[in-house]
């Protein structure tokens, strides 16, 4: 499956090297952005390669996604750290009444428990 996921990415990226190749004049061509508001002069950015725009708003969306994510990441990890302690409180537990159980068995008389002589008894 690693291979086949490795093959695939590999694919995906000679693709996109092929369409930024094939589209290489589209990409060079500079361009400058301006914004106009009626509170402020207008801004400008200097002339840039449309690859560079490309880049910075993908850039962009990508860090507005993982921070938007971030918030569940942690109530995902506090959640699973919560349910760690939870499952480890229950192990301990699991082990202190194992314990009692074969202390009582071993204080019975005979090595069985109550409840088993009672099965006896009732079978008989």
């Known amino acids: 499956m690693k291979k086949v996921k490795i093959a695939f990415w590999l694919i995906i990226l000679v693709f996109a090297g ?20 009626p509170f402020l002069e207008t801004l400008q950015t200097p002339e840039l390669p ?8 993908f850039l962009t969306g990508f860090l507005i996604a993982y921070f938007s994510g971030l918030y569940d990441r ?3 990890k ?4 919560n349910l760690n302690a939870a499952a480890a409180a229950q192990q301990d537990e699991l082990t202190a009444l194992k314990s009692e159980l074969e202390s009582l068995r071993s204080a019975s008389p005979g090595g069985s428990t109550a409840s088993e002589e009672q099965g006896t008894k009732q079978t008989t």
Do not use: E, G, P, W
């Open 18 to 37: 092929v369409f930024v190749y094939q589209n290489k004049i589209l990409f060079m061509a500079k361009q400058s952005l301006s914004l106009t508001l």
């Open 50 to 57: 449309h690859a560079v725009l490309f880049l910075v708003f």
């Open 74 to 76: 942690f109530k995902s």
């Open 78 to 81: 506090k959640t699973v750290k």
